[in-house]
């Protein structure tokens, strides 16, 4: 199957620091990349969706100044927490779908990035 | 907008079945996905549904109803290793978007 990869997997961070979390997907195209965030207990909420070489788009809600995602080639997208605060801290994770796959809108989750924000 | 219900916890002994539901209400709808999701990782893809009926894949079967916008998730021959949380997710029509349910946790005893 179609391997996705995040690092770091785990970070920990100063309030008022950026963090950024890359991810990759390692054996096809991904023109397509979700960014999530889920918080203890709760469900995976989208919060941007990012085509290659354009802008994200963000969900309801979602900061796009805080929450900086880059998507500059078909394999990397990045998200940039900006200024982070405790109240950031989660789990994130990221999807791709794209070309090199059986089902093209298919969404493949890397390992996730565990963020702590002291 | 989109409403996806799961139960939230359940507990089975192992080499039980467990069903797991999902209904949910979506703008439109092309496709449901169920997911399993240990603690700390990410989700992994279990099943993939977009026409009515019963897909099977090994101890695991999904099954589908628009009609009713209902789904389950059916775990045969449980294993200690099936404890996690397992999240339906629903494509509406037209984009590539996916919306979560909040997971049903199952924990699988000896």
Redo the contacts between chains.
């Keep these: ?1 179609a391997v996705v990869s995040q690092h770091p997997s785990r970070v920990i961070c100063k309030s008022g620091t950026s963090v950024k979390i890359e991810c990759r997907s390692l054996d096809f195209q991904a023109t ?1 990349m ?1 960014w999530y965030r889920q918080f203890p207990k ?5 919060m941007a ?1 990012s085509n290659e070489g354009s802008k994200a788009t963000y969900e309801q809600g979602v900061e796009k100044d805080k929450f900086l995602i880059n998507h500059a080639s078909l394999t990397l997208s990045t998200l940039t927490v900006t200024s982070a605060h405790p109240e950031d801290s989660s ?1 994130y ?1 990221c999807s791709a ?1 794209g070309i090199g796959l059986a ?1 093209y ?8 990035t ?1 963020l702590t924000v002291l | 907008g989109q409403n996806i219900d799961q139960p939230t916890e359940m507990t089975a002994t192992e080499g039980a079945i467990v069903q797991i539901n999902c209904t949910y209400q979506t703008s439109g709808f092309n496709g449901l996905f169920w997911y399993q999701q240990h603690a700390g990782e990410a989700p992994t893809f279990l099943s993939y549904n977009v026409l009515d009926g019963l897909e099977e894949k090994g101890r695991f079967s999904s099954f589908l109803s628009r009609s009713k916008g209902y789904s389950y998730l059916l775990l045969k021959e449980l294993q200690m290793k099936d404890s996690a949380s397992y999240l339906c997710a629903v494509r509406p029509y037209g984009n590539n978007r996916l919306a979560f349910g909040k997971g049903n946790q199952v924990v699988v005893i000896p």
Excluded: C
Aim: charge should be negative.
């Design positions: 199957g397509t979700f709760q469900s995976l909420m989208l969706t789990f994770i779908s089902d809108n298919e969404q493949f989750f890397g390992p996730g565990r």
